[in-house]
């Protein structure tokens, strides 16, 4: 059986490295008629096949865009990123996150915008779920996000935040712990928060980072008064550094938090796994009111415009920070390789390989842009 699945998984590696060369090709002669003012423009598109855990196969597109203002390079780049996916799941997913900069970076409006048709599975809550408390479920959902930040001091964000979020469930397992409505949010809930989010940045580059860190918080209070279902609350605290060893031989870390207050619905629980942080876990698995991980990942060139790396992360969830088990803690590690797509601003096409300590089924990922 795990020989079966490993051969299902080769032949997505082999297709992927097969588009490679057609989508460097392509790129390659489009920078030919390029004029020496689009340099301050660009607009990377591609569509792959893709395989995660979450997923299974599935086709995606993506396109992104940056621009800096007046054709000045030395202020921060207005970004655009579109996704568009399906898979053989019947899962659908439509995102569009950027930031646009106004009076030479003074200000920054920051956000994301997602619809989901998202057939998955729920296994509950806790560090210590099986395989065997996995449930299947259908969901639609459309949330937005977003900011407008002030800038303080050099590299420093602050101002107002806020989120809203609608979960339609279309179908549950008959018996199972949503049917029983046993969690809040079970029949489906809204969420509308109001909050803050400050950031400092101070890294070379946003696509590509070779030195600096970037440190963000956020906090949001959603309330019935809102239009919120529940009363609760949650934070997240993000850290990731950069420290250029040679050229483009990179080492980044990450740390990240993720803590929740009050009556929380299991759809806004903290997540572990996924594309970014904790890779080799299957998203959403483990979520609790408490989530926090770490990552460390070696980036380095191999020749023209590949490039890898190796990576390793550990983590867990928990109803609260005094409660984690560090017997309990989850292990990933794995390799990844990318194409560079834009040269100027360094935007890869990547493709990681991912195990977890368990050794459970493998899980690759397709992507565009670095996971940190």
């Known amino acids: 059986m795990v020989f079966k699945m490993l051969n299902k998984k080769s032949l997505c590696l082999i297709m992927a490295l097969l588009i490679l060369p057609m989508v460097l090709f392509s790129e390659e002669n489009s920078n030919d008629s390029k004029k020496h003012e689009e340099e301050y423009f660009g607009i990377v598109p591609f569509a792959i096949p893709f395989y995660t855990p979450e997923t299974s196969f599935g086709v995606g597109a993506a396109l992104v865009l940056y621009n800096y203002a007046d054709k000045d390079r030395s202020l921060r780049a207005d970004g655009l990123e579109v996704e568009v996916f399906g898979t053989v799941k019947k899962q659908f997913e439509a995102r569009l996150a950027g930031d646009k900069y106004f009076q030479r970076n003074m200000f920054r409006a920051t956000g994301e915008m997602s619809a989901n048709i998202f057939p998955s599975n729920f296994y509950g809550t806790g560090s210590d779920v099986k395989k065997s408390d996995k449930e299947e479920y259908e969901q639609n959902s459309f949330s937005f996000e977003g900011g407008f930040l002030a800038h303080i001091f050099e590299n420093m964000y602050i101002g107002p935040y806020c989120e809203f979020s609608r979960f339609k469930m279309t179908d549950t397992e008959d018996g199972g712990l949503l049917d029983r409505e046993l969690f809040r949010g079970s029949d489906g809930t809204a969420a509308t928060g109001f909050g803050g989010f400050a950031e400092y940045d101070n890294r070379d580059s946003e696509f590509f980072p070779r030195k600096g860190f970037v440190l963000s918080?956020?906090?949001?209070?959603?309330?019935?008064?809102?239009?919120?279902?529940?009363?609760?609350?949650?934070?997240?605290?993000?850290?990731?550094?950069?420290?250029?060893?040679?050229?483009?031989?990179?080492?980044?870390?990450?740390?990240?938090?993720?803590?929740?207050?009050g009556d929380v619905p299991w759809q806004k629980l903290g997540e572990l796994g996924g594309q970014e942080l904790m890779r080799g876990y299957e998203e959403g698995k483990f979520r609790d009111k408490t989530y926090a991980a770490a990552q460390i990942e070696y980036r380095f060139p191999i020749i023209w415009r590949l490039t890898g790396s190796i990576f390793a992360s550990a983590g867990n969830v928990s109803d609260k920070i005094s409660n984690f088990e560090r017997d309990e803690m989850k292990y990933s590690f794995g390799a990844g390789l990318r194409c560079i797509l834009d040269k100027e601003e360094h935007i890869p096409l990547r493709l990681d390989f991912a195990m977890n300590k368990d050794f459970d089924e493998p899980s690759i990922y397709f992507g565009l842009l670095e996971a940190f």
Request: proline letters at 0%; hydrophobic letters at 35%.
């Open 217 to 261: 918080a956020k906090s949001l209070f959603y309330r019935k008064q809102f239009g919120s279902e529940y009363n609760f609350s949650k934070s997240e605290f993000d850290y990731k550094q950069f420290f250029n060893i040679a050229g483009d031989h990179v080492i980044g870390v990450e740390g990240y938090l993720y803590n929740s207050f």
